[in-house]
């Protein structure tokens, strides 16, 4: 089946099916490719799509100019260096030293990137440590058959990897090093081949967020304001990002791009499916707000935790749906937790309505936690169990109930929180060249972030951004009916299956009397 004939569809023909992809094994001798390589992709341009060298654009969010958000005062960040050399910020998007003279299908500032491992660089640098590594993973005389993220092993490493990720971007902007007490980042691991030819698990850190609070903010309508901050939920808007570059690589039309990419073409559905032996993962220096981190309660029949509510982020509170005032729904931002968002994409996927026209539902396989506060059993029944494994009976094809394989780990990150950095949210994402820093007050970026994209200082993770980035897809891939779509919210709207999935998480919630699932419709009435 053509790439392209794939993707020409009915929206009305009928739901997916779930290609999972296969479990990681453990084989010994093993040798784990780490997070180091460089990454470069030699393709050709297509629709008059800039190169992504040319990162001096700095035009992020692809937002039209003059656009119809107002235009904020930038929010002042003492002892900032104005503007950084970008030869000093460790990055791993582009080559600089390659001899393929053809340009990278990009987005403006947004580089499509892939994450396979270079021999040369994997003999050099990591040699010594991949020893050890080995030699550690054979010491705990695990089985032939375990998963390596089911190793002790496997929450150390995360651990170290997302800290240095961390580390290295903030490396010339330390004023904002504070951030990192409350950080989170996605981690894809792939099985590839070693030099020697031998299978072996690749660990990349693909997109990074840290902050600690939500906008409190009157209710923004036309898309330019980022409303949550909260580590967990800044770091998937990040990953969001990350996967329309893989699908920039996937619509490219060099086949080295396509081969580089995450997604592959499905034998039985129109969305592309993660690639055998890839999976997601998440580390979290911190418990999620919400259930997981304030209530405890197990219901006395089941063991299961049945009273745990909804809760809501509104004007600097965490407060239960229960004694929310509704009339802050239709004024003030209110955002859901983090933990009841982890709970939720256990069965909608963390990709989301948008996305859900591309790919099929992209779940977490296993969940770091920075913490040694809760015990691994607890925290999992709170993710894991406020929704009913009977709810898969109900659900459209390639969706499921899946549950996170979760852990406590080691805490990565400064011995004390800084106040001055409450307000502060950072992201990234493989490709990208600097990390943002938003004011996550107002949902708008900083004076002095490293990073500065649409008009009205507006992020590349807003709503508007992100919309920018599928209708970019939605042209490589000639969804010509997802073009002529009028909104934001008829897009989401007309992914059916996602929504349909979406409604049967809120009805269980309800059923459950843990609260409503507010809807975001007045927000997301925005055309570009």
């Not at 460790?90 to 030293?97: F, T």
């Not at 899946?402 to 409450?422: E, K, M, T, W």
């Not at 507006?458 to 009916?481: I, N, P, T, W």
Request: with cysteine; hydrophobic share 35%.
């Amino acid at each position: 089946m053509e790439d392209k004939d794939a993707f020409k569809y009915s929206p009305r023909g009928g739901a997916a099916s779930l290609q999972s992809p296969s479990d990681l094994h453990l084989h010994h001798p093993r040798h784990l490719t780490d997070d180091v390589s460089d990454y470069s992709g030699g393709t050709e341009l297509r629709n008059n799509l800039p190169a992504s060298g040319d990162h001096d654009q700095m035009q992020e969010a692809l937002l039209p100019e003059g656009g119809d958000g107002p235009r904020l005062k930038r929010t002042p960040i003492q002892n900032l260096n104005d503007k950084l050399d970008s030869d000093d910020v460790i990055l791993e998007d582009v080559d600089e030293g390659s001899d393929d003279d053809t340009a990278v299908l990009s987005l403006p500032g947004m580089s499509p990137v892939d994450i396979h491992s270079e021999e040369d660089l994997l003999l050099d640098q990591t040699a010594g440590f991949l020893q050890k590594k080995n030699q550690t993973i054979m010491n705990q005389d695990k089985s032939a058959n375990t998963e390596v993220w089911r190793t002790d092993w496997h929450k150390s490493h995360m651990a170290v990897i997302s800290s240095e990720k961390f580390d290295s971007l903030l490396k010339m902007c330390p004023d904002f090093y504070g951030c990192k007490s409350h950080m989170a980042a996605f981690v894809l691991i792939r099985e590839v081949l070693d030099t020697e030819g031998r299978p072996c698990e690749q660990y990349k850190v693909v997109a990074l967020g840290a902050g600690r609070s939500s906008s409190k903010s009157w209710l923004c309508y036309n898309g330019i304001m980022v409303h949550d901050c909260h580590a967990i939920v800044i770091a998937r808007r990040a990953l969001l990002r990350f996967l329309y570059k893989q699908l920039l690589l996937f619509f490219d039309a060099d086949p080295k791009a396509k081969e580089n990419c995450i997604f592959e073409s499905s034998a039985d559905s129109h969305q592309l499916q993660l690639k055998p032996n890839t999976s997601l993962h998440l580390y979290t220096n911190q418990c999620p707000e919400g259930a997981a981190k304030n209530f405890h309660f197990k219901g006395p029949a089941n063991n299961i935790y049945t009273t745990m509510k909804l809760q809501y982020h509104t004007k600097g509170l965490l407060v239960p749906a229960a004694y929310l005032d509704l009339s802050l729904l239709g004024s003030r931002v209110c955002c859901m937790s983090g933990s009841d968002k982890l709970c939720r994409w256990t069965v909608t996927g963390v990709q989301g309505a948008l996305l859900s026209h591309f790919i099929q539902p992209l779940y977490i396989t296993s969940m770091v936690l920075g913490t040694q506060k809760l015990l691994n059993a607890e925290m999992s029944d709170i993710t894991n169990k406020r929704l009913s494994d009977q709810l898969e009976d109900f659900l459209p094809p390639s969706y499921k109930k899946h549950n996170i394989f979760l852990v406590c780990g080691d805490y990565v990150g400064p011995s004390v929180a800084s106040r001055q950095h409450n307000d502060l949210g950072i992201n990234w994402c493989l490709g990208d060249k600097d990390v943002e820093v938003l004011d996550s007050s107002n949902g708008f970026i900083v004076d002095g972030s490293p990073s500065v994209s649409g008009p009205g200082f507006s992020s590349r993770l807003c709503k508007r951004a992100l919309y920018s980035y599928f209708l970019r897809v939605a042209q490589l891939g000639e969804h010509s009916y997802l073009l002529e779509l009028p909104t934001y919210h008829s897009v989401k709207v007309e992914a059916f299956a996602y929504q349909t999935v979406k409604d049967h998480v809120k009805e269980q919630f309800m059923s459950s009397h843990a609260g409503i699932w507010s809807s975001k419709k007045l927000v997301d009435c925005f055309s570009v």
